[in-house]
Structures are given as structure tokens and as C-alpha cells.
């Protein structure tokens, strides 16, 4: 017997309800668990690819950076040309690669004297040139925490072949630069366009000076160059001092091509890349002063120049040296053919 008001709803029961519920709690859709790593076989896979385009990205990022250096260069040696024709311009010769105020001093260096054309005019309006460079008087005027200091030197100026300066008879290399002359366009039957006038130079380069009894014909190889060392006056100072006058510091010479290596073993077992001098301009009054001096850079297999007319050119380590020393003078009455 069933009590009034508590008849079931039809077609349920209470076993059939928790069945009911029970199955939905059965098929209820499992959720998916996501991976948080890559396996060791994917991580191994995308190492080796990324390798893969490094290595072939490198070269090309290298190349470019290259480029950019090669180019900047490039653009210091154009507008150092360009500062060597404006001063020929408003002096009607072009700088002296040496000048002395006497017989015997420390001479400034042509890149000194083209400070107001390379927006260094300030500069040069501090310097009393009528004394050397190496007098208290300058090295007072700029002392960092009172102690005179240089600055070396990325470009310098051709000086000569082997020869630079004889002061016994005024004779200088015969190319674009030479010490204590001041040289008018006139002077350039070869052409301004066919005269190195700057290239390249390593700062710090490996030298030996005041070598005795230099003199023509340039050594005949770099080893024989190597050989002419005094061991006692060899120093990694070459380049080092832009407002010095003397083809170890601001200048190059041509008895090499460009970036010959000058191998010399020291007395410390190490070899270096040596340039040579005898005595050096403004020392003395009677001995000429030779040089292997070479033009070096860090760009790989070549050099660049400005020349005389202000254009830039590549030069390659591989030209020919007799072409490279024709195109280093001034009045040589050659014909520089030929690739470089």
C-alpha cells in the first residue's frame, strides 16, 4: 500500500537513479596532459640545426663586418687626401713629412701640420710649433694626470723607397712626402694620381733604430732586412707617436709590398714583424737616414692608400714590387701598369 502524496515519479526509482549517476561519472572525457620538455632525441635534433645555421650565417656576418671596417678605412684615408689637397691649396706646397725649428731636434710630423684640415684646429692653435715637440713647453699642455702621453697611429705618410733623408746633401726618397722640403704639384711628373701619398700602418709595430752604416741598395729580402736588427735598440714603439716626424712613426716606405712580414727572432725567443732604421731624421746632420718601413694592415690581403689626386684605391698583398715602388715616386718617369 502506497501513502497518499509519496507516489515515486513515473519511471524512476531510486536504484535507477544512482546507476544513472554512476555511469556519468564513468563516461565523463578524460583530459589530455600536456608535456612540459623536449625529449633528449628533439633537444640533440634542434642543437644540430642551430649549429648548422651558424655555421653557415658566420662566414657571411664576418664577411660584412669586414666590410664595414674595410670601408671606414677607406673613408679616413679620403679624408686625409682630401686635407692634404686643401693644404696644398692654401699653401701652394704640400706638408713636409719632417719639420725641424733646427738643425737638430725633434721634428712635428706632417700629420701635425694638417691638424686644421681634419677639424683639429683648436688643437693646433695650443702647440707652439716653434719649439719641438719633445719641449716641456708642449708636453705641458696636454698631461694626462701629468704625465705627457702620445697617441699612435692608424695611416702614414710615404716617405721613400729605402732612402728618406740625406741632410748632407738636402737629397730626400724622391716620393709624395720628405722631411724638411716643402713640395709644390709642380714636382709631380709622374702624376698626383699615380703617387702613393697614405696607406695603412700598424700602431705598435716591432722596430730597431739607429742602425749603423745603413745605406743603397735596399736589403735584397725580408730575412736580410731581419738581419740588420740591433738587438740593443729594438722596441714594439713604431707608430706610436703622431706628432713625431719620423718615418718610424708617421711614415712608410716602399723596399717591401704591402704587409711583408720582416721575421726577426729577439733575444727573448719570440720572432716579430720588425721594421728597420738607421739614423733617424733630425738626429743628425750628416747621416742619412734609411727605413724598411712597411705598410701593414689588419684587413686580410691587402692595404688601402690614399694617393696624391685624393682618390682611394685596394692594394693587394700580392703586387708586383717593383710596380709598388714605382707607384710610391714622384718624378721616377715610370709607367705603373699592371693590377694592384
Same mark, same amino acid.
Given at each position: 500500500m502506497i501513502s497518499a502524496g509519496l507516489a515515486p515519479r513515473q519511471g524512476l526509482s531510486p536504484v535507477?537513479?544512482?546507476?544513472?549517476?554512476?555511469?556519468?561519472?564513468?563516461?565523463?572525457?578524460?583530459?589530455?596532459?600536456?608535456?612540459?620538455?623536449?625529449?633528449?632525441?628533439?633537444l640533440l635534433v634542434m642543437?644540430?640545426?642551430?649549429? =648548422?645555421?651558424?655555421?653557415?650565417?658566420? &662566414?657571411?656576418? @664576418?664577411?660584412?663586418?669586414?666590410?664595414?671596417?674595410?670601408?671606414s678605412c677607406q673613408s679616413n684615408l679620403r679624408q686625409l687626401g682630401i686635407a692634404i689637397t686643401n693644404f696644398e691649396t692654401a699653401n701652394k706646397y704640400f706638408p713636409p713629412s719632417s719639420w725641424a725649428v733646427s738643425a737638430a731636434s725633434d721634428p712635428w710630423s706632417g700629420q701635425a701640420r694638417l691638424l686644421p684640415y681634419v677639424e683639429g684646429d683648436t688643437l693646433f692653435q695650443k702647440v707652439d710649433f716653434s719649439k719641438p715637440y719633445s719641449d716641456q713647453a708642449n708636453k705641458d699642455l696636454f698631461p694626462p694626470n701629468g704625465v705627457p702621453q702620445h697617441f699612435p697611429l692608424s695611416y702614414g705618410l710615404c716617405t721613400g723607397i729605402f732612402k728618406v733623408y740625406d741632410p748632407a746633401t738636402k737629397t730626400d726618397g724622391g716620393t709624395a712626402f720628405a722631411p724638411f722640403a716643402k713640395l709644390g704639384a709642380s714636382v709631380f711628373s709622374d702624376g698626383l694620381s699615380n703617387t702613393l701619398a697614405i =696607406?695603412?700602418?700598424?700602431?705598435?709595430? &716591432?722596430?730597431? @733604430?739607429?742602425?749603423?752604416?745603413?745605406?743603397?741598395?735596399?736589403?735584397?729580402?725580408?730575412?736580410?732586412?731581419?738581419?740588420?736588427?740591433?738587438?740593443?735598440?729594438?722596441?714594439?714603439?713604431?707608430?706610436?707617436?703622431?706628432?713625431?716626424?719620423?718615418?718610424?712613426?708617421?711614415?712608410?716606405?716602399?723596399?717591401?709590398?704591402?704587409?711583408?712580414?720582416?721575421p726577426y727572432q729577439h733575444t727573448d725567443g719570440i720572432t716579430y714583424d720588425v721594421d728597420i732604421c738607421g739614423s733617424r731624421e733630425g738626429l743628425s746632420t750628416t747621416t742619412a737616414t734609411y727605413a724598411?718601413?712597411?705598410?701593414?694592415?689588419?684587413?686580410?690581403?691587402?692595404?688601402?692608400?690614399?694617393?696624391?689626386?685624393?682618390?682611394?684605391?685596394?692594394?693587394?698583398n700580392s703586387i708586383d714590387g717593383s710596380l709598388w715602388k714605382s707607384l710610391s715616386t714622384r718624378a721616377g718617369s715610370e709607367n705603373p701598369s699592371g693590377s694592384y
Open positions: 535507477k537513479t544512482a546507476c544513472c549517476r554512476h555511469d556519468r561519472e564513468h563516461k565523463a572525457p578524460l583530459r589530455t596532459v600536456a608535456r612540459s620538455a623536449f625529449t633528449l632525441v628533439e642543437i644540430a640545426i642551430i649549429g =648548422s645555421l651558424v655555421s653557415l650565417l658566420l &662566414p657571411a656576418v @664576418q664577411a660584412a663586418r669586414e666590410a664595414a671596417r674595410r670601408l =696607406s695603412e700602418i700598424k700602431a705598435f709595430n &716591432p722596430r730597431s @733604430q739607429d742602425i749603423a752604416n745603413l745605406s743603397d741598395p735596399p736589403p735584397s729580402s725580408p730575412a736580410a732586412a731581419a738581419a740588420l736588427v740591433n738587438p740593443a735598440k729594438f722596441a714594439q714603439t713604431g707608430h706610436t707617436e703622431w706628432c713625431c716626424g719620423r718615418t718610424l712613426q708617421t711614415g712608410f716606405t716602399t723596399a717591401f709590398p704591402p704587409n711583408t712580414v720582416v724598411t718601413v712597411t705598410s701593414r694592415s689588419y684587413h686580410a690581403g691587402i692595404v688601402s692608400s690614399a694617393f696624391m689626386d685624393g682618390s682611394v684605391r685596394v692594394t693587394a
